[in-house]
């Protein structure tokens, strides 16, 4: 960030009065600009004891493998950005089912929490950001060709899960090593 959006003058980087971490801070009126982790709103859709996954038509990491998911938008709850996402990028209808984890990404400023979904009926289809879209059985998962890390391990996990007939809630933070 360069300049204010209140005011249009440059930013400096200072420690403000009362806080301990370095802040985008504007020379002129003063605003504080905070940059927080954005919110990736995920869903491992269900059905019939397999998981759509979206062949990715979009970089970073285009004609790989994952899970419906996406930043979430102002105005919509993690659940609401979650079936979005799925309906945007598989053209599935689901109803989310429960959390299944938090994964946090401190090195890249992002959460994710991903949600179990069960689809409404077996219809999909490639949205514009997927090359194509799919049902896979554990045995199918493409996992040498899943797009990131985070989602390997969100799948790694709900995989234990169902097979284990164990289903809780994941807690985690992953470092850039994954």
């Given at each position: ?25 504007c ?6 600009h905070?940059?927080?982790?954005k ?33 979430m ?10 079936i979005?996402?799925?309906?945007e ?21 992002q ?12 219809t ?18 493409p ?14 996990r ?21």
């Amino acid at each position: 960030m360069n300049y204010c959006s209140q005011c249009g003058a440059p930013l400096i980087q200072k420690i403000p009065p009362g806080d301990n971490l370095l802040r985008h801070v504007c020379g002129q009126c003063e605003a504080i600009h905070y940059h927080n982790p954005k919110i990736v709103a995920g869903c491992i859709p269900e059905w019939a004891g397999q998981i759509l996954l979206c062949r990715r038509a979009i970089e970073p990491r285009r004609g790989l493998w994952t899970i419906p998911a996406g930043f979430m938008e102002l105005g919509e709850s993690t659940e609401e950005a979650a079936i979005r996402e799925t309906k945007e990028e598989a053209q599935a209808d689901v109803e989310i089912t429960a959390l299944h984890a938090v994964l946090s990404l401190p090195h890249i400023g992002q959460v994710y929490l991903v949600f179990r979904g069960r689809m409404r009926s077996p219809t999909y289809e490639a949205g514009t950001e997927s090359l194509e879209v799919g049902l896979f059985s554990f045995s199918s998962i493409p996992w040498e060709q899943i797009a990131f890390p985070v989602v390997r391990e969100a799948l790694r996990r709900y995989v234990i899960d169902v097979t284990t007939g164990r289903s809780q809630l994941h807690l985690a933070t992953l470092s850039d090593r994954l």
